[in-house]
Each structure stands twice: as C-alpha cells, then as structure tokens.
C-alpha cells in the first residue's frame, strides 16, 4: 500500500511540473459556478450532520450551518469532505449511506465549486528564497566556466523536505556553510583561470568493489575489465605523476606495491583510466614512459605470475604494469603540478576571457566585458553598473599584486559567493499594495524552467529570449521546453528528481546478504539503478503516458541484470531496450 500511494504521489507531482509549464487560465467569463441545489444540502444534513455538529463535532469537523454560497471561504473544510466522500470513507460503514447517483452528483458540484473558486482567485503562495543545493551548484559552475569538477562534493549534504533537496524552505544558510562557499570559490576560480601559485597536491581514486571481471567504464576499451576511470582536472599545464597501487595480500605475502608513471599533461579535463585487457584485445601502441627523476622501478615479480594492467590518459594507452595475478587494483593517485609551464589553453579560460588586453591601458575595459558577460550568466538576467563595479574593485586588487589574469580570478571568486549567484529570489511587480496572484516575469520563469529541467542555469538561448519577454509567447515556451528536454543536460532532471522519489539514491547503502543473494554485487547495484534511470527517461522524453511506469512492457538490460531477471537473448555489458512479455515481467517482478 505505501508503494502504490508513494508512487501516485511521484507521478502526481512530475505531471504537475508539466501543467505548471504549459498551464494558461481560461478566462473568467467562461467559468461558470455550480449552482447550488437542494441536493447538496440534503445529502450533508442527512448523512453528516448528525456527527459533525455544533455539539458532537467528531474529528473536530463541524458541518452544521455552513454556508454553501461562499464555499470559498471554508476551502481546506471543504476539500477534507471532497476526499472523505470521493473515496468512500464517510459516511462511516456502520451508518446509513447515500447511493452512488447522489454521492457522485454531490462530488462532481463540489469539485466544481472549489475548481472555480481557485480560479477566480489563485493562491500561489509566496516562493522561498532558493539557496543553490549541491547538484544546482555543480551543474552551475560547470555550464557558467566550462569546469566540470563536481565542486557540490565539497559542500556539506543539503537538508531534505517531503524527501527532495531543492525545497528552498529546507536549504538554509549557515555561517558554517558560508565559509565552504567562500572555499570553493577560492579553488574554482584557481581552476577556471589556471593559477600559476597552485601547488602539487595528490587526488585518491578508487575503483569499484567486486569489478575485477568486468568493464567498468564506457570510457574504457570494449575488450577490458576491472579498474576504473575517472575524469581528472589538470590544474596547469606540467607533470603529473599516476601512480597503481595494489594491496598487500598475507596469504601469498605479496607486499603493497605502487606503479608510477609520470608524463606531460596539458592543463584541463582529461580522463585517466587503468583497466585489464582481455587476452584477445587488439594491441594498441604505447606512449614512451618518462619516469619521476630517483624514482625506483616496480620491483621484480621474479617466481609470481603476473597479469597486465593497462595506464590510459583520454583513451590512449600511456603505460602496460605488469602486477601481481592475485592482486587487484586498490587505489589511483594523481599528484602533480610538477614543474609547471604555463596556465594553459582550457575550455574554461576560452570561455572566460572574451578579450585580451594588448597594451595596459587596455585592461580595465577588457576587465569590465569579461565580468559583465560572466556576471549575466550567472546572476541570470542583465547587469548594470552596480552588479558589475563591486567585482571591478576585487579584479582592481588582484591585478595590482599580479597580472591581468590574477585581477580576473579575484573577481570571480567574488561573483561566486555573490547572493545573485547562489541565492534564486523571484521578483514581485512593483505595485503598492498588491496581495493577489501574478504572473512571472520571463527571467525568473528561465531560471524556474531551467533548474527544473536541467539542475542549473540559463543557456544563451534561453536567457536571451527571457531578456526580450519571449517566454510570453506559449509556442515560444513550448519549443523551449522540448529543446531543453532533448539536451543532454536534461538527465540531471532523471538523476536528481527521480533519483530521490524513486529513492535510488539510498541504493549506496543497501548491502543483501550475501547467503541469501551470492550473486548480487557492485555493478549488480549499479546496473539496477541504470535500468530505472533509463526507464524513467524513455517515459519523459518520449512523452509517454504516466501510467507506463506501472504498465510497460519494456525495460532497458544489459546481460548482468537479464541473468538474474532470467530473461535470455541480451549480450554484453551496454544497456539496450528490451520488450516483455507478460512471463518476463512476472520473472522480472514488475
């Protein structure tokens, strides 16, 4: 029973995201109200009343004497009588009932009357000030800079309400959490800008348990297993050093080893993985190791079969160790700057400095398009001179200790913690006075579609169209929400709204018990999850009916999850759409 309620709850809310999107009132003329009968009267006297009176009032509900003119005013008493009426509750079983003409004539004029009355006068409710949860901020720093570092990780776990995290009457704002915000600036804008003062630090990657005898990764060669890839940001171009650690292992007395491998990497998002190849994988050509200077070799595995292991930087391979066979991958380390070069050419500083100074004089109006432009996008609307003269001071600062770039860095660390930035507080028309329902201005309705759809900010083409009341238009609206739906960015609404109500988060704290499910498993865990994000994003970007979430018959298998679902015909390790019939969805369970 709480499933199915849980589940009609979920599908209630994302088909009101929806109507919220495409929703226009009718006008009031052709609303009309439900007239008022004897009928309804009669049946509230002659069912209800004798329990809900001025003198009993059972369940502290008094029907006695209402008004059923001004229906309107009593709402919440009124919606308490739809529900227990519409769904059989009350009259109780013990006592005399209506039958089933006149308690659906008296449900059908009820909810009539309270539809009018919430169109005649709509009560919204006031928005809360939204503080940015982690996913929002992720998501907005990467589609602001082009830096794509999950910086939400960082942060402390957001509070929840009703089972989400981007409730904005849940996600506060501490003085404890202010200082993590003004952290993360600090290290974000060192990255976005390629800060020549970053000093060799070392990141710890691990791959998943129970994957020594699978692919783990796209990003990794077709014909490969175990390891793990990760996606690393190079602070500056330079040296880097990779190092393979595996563990110790007491029953063969095999010691904790490391295999090093250090090179050249341009500054910027590259992808490093270490996996196994198959024995039947194609060779593929090595770049030359250049080994860290008094480094020592891995040492010499003399009497101990070995298995190679291959080192890849954005899909090539770097390196082949050959490492103990009994022992598996337990860590990556990727330290470095060493030796650093330069800043770089990184997606991030292209995306950031829409001009370059020649001379000095140059500067200050170099500085000034470059913040105006970053500061549009990420406060999401225009800009005037007291947005953008504050972050002038900052790069003013940071240029007179440091170069051009120095000055720029400064001032988006200020951007970053700016109340604009972090903060979504919705604007109200600026009329003395006014307490009723109103429509949105354009550039808070982009910023509500686009952290509703993708997590994160306006694109250009949003904010543009925003910016010149576009969104008025309800094509216009339309084929914008169509265009956002079949962006790849759209999968932040699958992974965060559905990720929560659907509960696949917690999937990372589940642990069956291994006697009673031997074969479950990491990538078991993770296939399942994969199969419902899948799932759920055929259903909405196929605008499918609501009700295939309980009805289809299809779901997405790679062969791991069609083994132990028992349905045969699926081969290797990529997810494909895969039609039921009635036997497989009971062998699925669903």
Known sequence: MFKRKFLQTGIALLAGGWLVAGWQ????????????????????????????????????????????????????????????????????????KPDKAEAGAFVKWLEGTLDHAAAVNPQPGRPAVHRLNRAEYSNAIRDLLAVDIQPGQWLPVDDSGHGFDNIGEVLSLSPALVEKYLSAARRISRLAIGDKTIKPSEDRYLPRRNSRNE????????????????????????????????????????????????????????????????LSAKADPAIPM??????????????????????????????????????????????????????????????????????????????????SHLARRAFRRPVNEADVTPLLAFYEQGSRSGEFDDGIQRA???????????????????????????????????????????????????????????????????????????????????????GQWLQLRNLDTVTPDPVVYPGFDESLKLAFRRETELFFESVLRDNRSAMDLLEADYTFLNQKLAEHYGIRGVYGPQFRRVSLNSEQRAQRGG
Request: proline content about 7%.
């Open 215 to 278: 692919k783990t990764s796209e990003d990794l060669p077709f014909f490969s297993r175990g390891g793990l890839s990760v996606n690393h940001y190079f602070p500056l171009d330079g040296e880097y050093l990779i190092r393979v650690r595996t563990p110790s292992n007491g029953e063969t007395g095999e010691p904790v080893r490391f295999f090093d491998h250090k090179l050249n990497v341009k500054a910027g998002l590259h992808k490093v993985g270490a996996a196994y190849p198959r």
């Open 25 to 96: 009132s009718a006008p009031h003329a052709q609303r009309r109200t439900p007239v008022v009968t004897a009928a309804q009267r009669a049946l509230i006297a002659d069912y209800c009343v004798s329990c809900h009176n001025q003198k009993k009032k059972t369940a502290g509900i008094v029907l006695e004497g209402l008004d059923f003119t001004r229906v309107a005013n009593q709402a919440d008493l009124w919606e308490k009588v739809l529900r227990k009426v519409s769904t059989g509750q009350m009259p109780p079983a013990n006592a005399p």
């Open 290 to 371: 250049v080994r860290r200077p008094g480094a020592a070799a891995p040492p010499a595995t003399a009497n101990v079969r070995t298995q190679p292991l291959d080192l890849r930087l954005d899909g090539a391979r770097i390196e082949r160790f050959e490492i103990p066979e009994t022992t598996s991958v337990e860590m990556m380390i990727v330290s470095g700057p060493f030796n650093a070069t330069g800043r770089g050419e990184t997606a991030s500083r292209k995306l950031i400095f829409s001009c370059r100074p020649v001379v000095a004089n140059e500067e200050a109006a170099c500085a000034k398009q470059i913040l």
């Open 412 to 498: 988006l660390e200020a951007m970053l913690v700016a109340p604009d930035f972090l903060l979504r507080v919705e604007s109200e028309p600026k009329t003395p006075g006014l307490s009723r329902a109103f429509r949105l201005n354009d550039l808070d309705l982009a910023s509500r579609l686009s952290f509703f759809l993708w997590s994160s900010i306006p694109d250009e083409e949003l904010l543009s169209l925003a910016e010149q009341n576009k969104l008025q238009d309800a094509a216009t609206l339309q084929q914008q929400i169509r265009r956002m739906l079949a962006d790849p960015r759209a999968e932040a609404l699958v992974k965060n709204f559905a």
